[in-house]
């Protein structure tokens, strides 16, 4: 209200049904929407990005990553970026290592073999024209339980780089565990995974630091940026409570959207590609991918667990603006 918005808020609560979402969708207000943000829940998108189409509506996923709905519907925002993007950009930090010996490790499973077909061929299509293919060393690893199979991939003379693009814990836990052994016993060893591992409960979180693990992450709240302090002190004095992360990201959602709404109105999706705002835990870079396609946001950043136990955002610190999270 203070930047000039004026707004007519409706807030609808699904209750994780879908009988109610079918009975909010019949609501004759709905219809007259400029924006609709959520549901949040994966079963209820589908609805309401069906209800969003017929009726023009421009509607924001804030959580959900499911690619099939963009594809279907022009004026949906998908906000979290979706397994592929995030794929893509640890692709393209893995290729940066191509002077360095390579291992990909995964379980062999069979269900998970076209994703792990997908990460090499996105490997090698990143590295640098300059790398010469015969100079690459790059290894594949079938880990069941065994160290050995992890020490024999390993070269004495150059940093060892293990990949591991799986989001199953109990694999990851046990490979990470063999890895931090071998980096106990003196060999180098580095790590790169995903965002998910940031959920796991069962393994040792300093066996991230120890082995300067880096991930992919589309989300990130650095707790020491004004920004978030500031937002984290009106939350307390709001609602008597901690902001968790999701308050960060419906803030961020917020912000973006209804800021676009105000600078450029109901067409204001003709200029998403540029328009860029500071938020709390991301940026957003909506791409579309084909004229009746909605709009993903592909923007994923890295995360580097240092020693100290500090989390930093690398491309902040490639534009010499060093950020970090302390883990207590």
């Known amino acids: 209200k203070k930047q000039g918005l004026s707004l007519n808020i409706h807030v609808y609560d699904t209750q994780n049904d879908t009988a109610r979402i079918k009975e909010i969708l019949g609501f004759p207000e709905l219809a007259y929407m400029d924006l609709i943000i959520g549901p949040v829940y994966n079963h209820e998108i589908r609805l309401v990005s069906e209800y969003s189409k017929k009726h023009r509506i421009k509607m924001v996923s804030p959580l959900t ?4 709905l963009v594809d279907e519907n022009p004026f949906l925002f998908q906000v979290k970026p979706s397994h592929n ?98 980096k106990a016993f003196g060999h180098e060893v580095k790590v790169v995974g995903l965002s998910r591992w940031q959920r796991f409960r069962n393994v040792d979180p300093e066996y991230f630091f120890n082995l300067d693990l880096c991930i992919v992450a589309p989300f990130f709240v650095d707790y020491h940026h004004e920004d978030v302090k500031n937002f984290v002190l009106k939350y307390r004095e ?12 419906a803030y961020d959602v ?26 709390l835990q991301a940026d957003y870079r909506f791409v579309k991918w084909y004229p009746d396609s909605g709009f993903e946001n592909v923007n994923v950043d890295i995360l ?25």
Do not use: W
Not at 65 to 68: G, P, V
Not at 304 to 328: A, F, M
């Open 65 to 68: 990553d499911n690619l099939r």
């Open 238 to 249: 709001t609602y008597k409570t901690e902001p968790n992360q999701m308050a960060i990201h």
């Open 304 to 328: 580097k667990y240092y020693d100290g136990y500090n989390i930093v955002r690398i491309n902040e610190i490639n534009n010499k603006l060093p950020v970090s999270q302390t883990v207590e």
């Open 85 to 182: 993007a995030q794929i893509n950009e640890f692709a393209k930090y893995v290729a940066e290592f191509g002077d360095k010996n390579i291992i990909l490790v995964h379980n062999g499973d069979s269900l998970g073999y076209s994703n792990i077909e997908m990460v090499k061929n996105k490997i090698f299509a990143n590295l640098s024209v300059d790398t010469l293919v015969n100079n690459i060393q790059f290894k594949e690893v079938v880990f069941a339980d065994s160290i050995f199979v992890l020490e024999h991939a390993l070269n004495e003379d150059v940093e060892n780089v293990f990949i591991i693009p799986s989001n199953e814990e109990a694999f990851v836990t046990n490979v990470v565990t063999k890895l931090n052994t071998l």
């Open 254 to 279: 917020g912000l973006y959207f209804l800021s676009a709404l105000k600078d450029y109105g109901e067409s204001f999706d003709q200029c998403i590609y540029n328009y860029h705002i500071d938020l």
